[in-house]
């Protein structure tokens, strides 16, 4: 069972950085998509920043300009560069990768932001 592995989490104040991680447990499959979701208390999870299967990428209105994400193809690594960080952009993110028609998804990283 391949299994996706996140790090980078962690507490920052306003304004501040993080990078996340993604990658699988076994090297075993390359991956269709790959992306970034958050879910904050409350709320529903939503997408964050993602590549297609076209490799194209797409972003949160709401974390355009700040947030970028990229990969290392050879690993099936992807990763979230956080910059100016809000109280708003609180939350646990999840890596989601999918292959074909299946989606794998990671434990989930807090990421909290204080005023």
């Known amino acids: 069972q391949v299994q996706l592995v996140e790090s980078g989490g962690g507490l920052v104040q306003a304004g501040g950085s993080l990078r996340l991680s993604c990658a699988p447990s076994?090297?075993?499959?390359?991956?269709?998509?790959m992306g970034w979701y958050r879910q904050a208390p409350g709320k529903q999870r939503d997408v964050v920043a993602a590549?297609?299967?076209?490799?194209?990428?797409n972003y949160a209105d709401s974390v355009k300009g700040r947030f970028t994400i990229s990969r290392d193809s050879a690993k099936n690594t992807v990763y979230l560069q956080m910059n100016s960080l809000k109280p708003e952009d609180t939350a646990v993110y999840y890596c989601k990768a999918t292959y074909w028609d299946a989606d794998y998804w990671g434990q989930g990283t807090q990421v909290t932001v204080s005023s």
């Open positions: 590549f297609t299967s076209g490799g194209s990428t």
């Open positions: 076994k090297n075993i499959f390359t991956f269709t998509a």
